[in-house]
């Protein structure tokens, strides 16, 4: 299961050598079609990646850090620094093949 960032533990939880930030809300349609393939994707690469949950509703000043304007947003994050943002919905398939591109590179 992700792990819920908030304000206080944000910094700590991106810090790692490889870190996928979900940035979503409870209300937004398309984060709920997400949910379940970022289960499927946290169970094949959870080894590799640390999977972290942003809710945007309580945590609006770190989105606009990070140029979140819509969501669902991912945004990778490598040694704590802000590397790559994708946004919007895509399929399993094609975030595990964005995936083992970064894990390789």
């Known amino acids: ?3 819920e960032a908030n304000s ?3 910094d700590q939880l991106t810090a790692g050598p490889l870190t996928v930030v979900d940035f979503w809300a409870p209300w937004c ?4 079609m997400m949910a379940p393939v970022m ?3 946290e169970q094949r ?5 640390k999977f972290v949950k942003m809710n945007v509703d309580g945590n609006q000043e ?8 819509s969501i669902p947003s991912l945004v990778l994050f490598r040694d704590g620094e802000a590397k790559e943002k994708v946004t919007g919905v895509y399929p399993e398939a094609k975030l595990a093949h964005y ?7």
């Open 8 to 10: 206080e533990n944000f």
């Open 45 to 49: 690469f959870g080894e590799q990646i």
């Open 29 to 32: 349609g398309p984060c709920k």
């Open 62 to 69: 770190i989105a606009q850090r990070y140029k979140v304007m």
């Open 1 to 3: 299961m992700a792990i």
């Open 99 to 105: 995936f083992e591109r970064k894990i390789n590179e």
């Open 39 to 41: 289960d499927k994707l």
